[in-house]
Nanobody, 127 residues
């Protein structure tokens, strides 16, 4: 099992930036696909970004392409989400997710593919 702890959320103005971090602990020696999801009030949890274990492949929701960047540091067992040019529609609780894989270059966009979840960190974008 893997434990995930997110940090870096907060309040930011429209057009601002935030960097979220997700530290993994536990069974981190195995290959992990990592992802970020978000859930706004009254809405379902949605995919934001994901990254393969090797870091060589990434995927993004259309709504964040060109503004968000996912990256990872496998030495530190940490995945990051750099969020730039934030919009009010980005306001949500952001969750880090992880799942084991046998493949270095695969990532998942589906909620149900992920086995471990963090507690979430609130991101609020004010206009």
């Amino acid at each position: 099992q893997v434990q995930l702890v997110e940090s870096g959320g907060g309040l930011v103005q429209v057009g601002g930036s935030l960097r979220l971090s997700c530290a993994a602990s536990g069974r981190t020696s195995s290959t992990l696909v990592m992802g970020w999801f978000r859930q706004a009030p009254g809405k379902e949890r949605e995919f934001v970004a994901a990254i393969s274990w090797s870091g060589g492949r990434t995927g993004y929701a259309d709504s964040v392409k060109g503004r968000f960047t996912i990256s990872r540091d496998n030495i530190k067992n940490t995945v990051y989400l750099q969020m730039n040019n934030l919009e009010p529609e980005d306001t949500a609780v952001y969750y880090c997710a992880a799942t084991f894989t046998s493949y270095r270059s695969i990532y998942y966009t589906e909620n149900e593919k992920y086995e471990s979840w963090g507690q979430g960190t609130q991101v609020t974008v004010s206009s």
